[in-house]
């Protein structure tokens, strides 16, 4: 069966905390995916992994596929990242699931 | 941004009532989506298209039918909707199956 956890649900952090999101999946993969849903509602993709990690600015990537897990790391956080951020996974049947959202505020 | 617009923005109907969402898009995009977003849930795919006239069902596509004559719509109708179809409904659209890009969403109410 097909299924994607996400953990925390929620998370509160002060600005310059360095934040961990996590993402675990039940079967094998080809891509993942790692989503921030702003305030307003928009969605925007920031990363797609198969293996290893990606980084862009303040924002790094993992996955192990072995553990069938993966981590979106925030360094240095800033209460312009608060947001709900996605882990959507493509699985190997090419069925693609969504966890449910982890919710992050940072305070200044 | 990936030209896509959905429309209505809003909207509140009742229940019984039939209520069709639009997707537009400019980019060409080979691949269209229709997914809701409920609390607690995360986003479920209701139908997919991967081309002019060629749809597929979804996780969640009972009660939900759509229809794509042309690239650039891709429409979701519900023929008569119900109080458990109150959600947020994006959009997405893909040149492969992989990254996505979405629309503003949708904000439905049904009465």
């Known amino acids: 069966k097909n299924e994607v956890e996400q953990s925390p649900q929620n998370l509160t952090a002060q600005e310059g905390e360095f934040i961990t999101i996590n993402c675990s999946y039940s079967?094998?993969?080809?891509?993942l995916h790692w989503l921030q849903q702003h305030p307003g509602g928009g969605i925007v993709s920031l990363f797609m992994?198969?293996?290893g990690k990606k980084k862009h600015g303040r924002l790094i990537a993992t996955i192990n596929i072995q553990e069938k897990h993966s981590s979106l790391h925030i360094t240095a956080s800033h209460p312009r990242d608060s947001a709900v951020y996605i882990c959507?996974?493509?699985?190997?049947?090419?069925?693609?699931?969504f966890g449910a959202g982890t919710r992050l505020t940072v305070k200044p | 941004d990936a030209g896509i617009t959905q429309s209505p923005r809003h909207k509140v109907t009742e229940t019984g009532t039939p209520v069709t969402l639009r997707c537009h898009q400019t980019?060409?995009?080979?691949?269209m989506y229709w997914y809701r977003q409920d609390p607690g849930h995360g986003l479920r795919l209701i139908h997919y298209?991967?081309?002019?006239?060629?749809?597929d069902k979804g996780e969640v596509s009972d009660g939900y039918s759509v229809s794509r004559s042309k690239t650039e719509d891709f429409l979701l109708t519900l023929e008569s909707a119900t109080s458990s179809q109150t959600s947020v409904y994006f959009c997405?659209?893909?040149?492969?199956?992989?990254?996505?890009?979405f629309g503003p969403g949708t904000r439905l109410t049904v009465l």
């Open positions: 997405a659209i893909s040149v492969t199956p992989d990254t996505q890009y």
């Open positions: 992994l198969s293996s």
């Open positions: 298209s991967y081309g002019v006239k060629d749809t």
């Open positions: 980019e060409n995009h080979r691949y």
């Open positions: 079967v094998g993969i080809s891509a």
């Open positions: 959507a996974v493509r699985f190997n049947n090419n069925d693609m699931r």
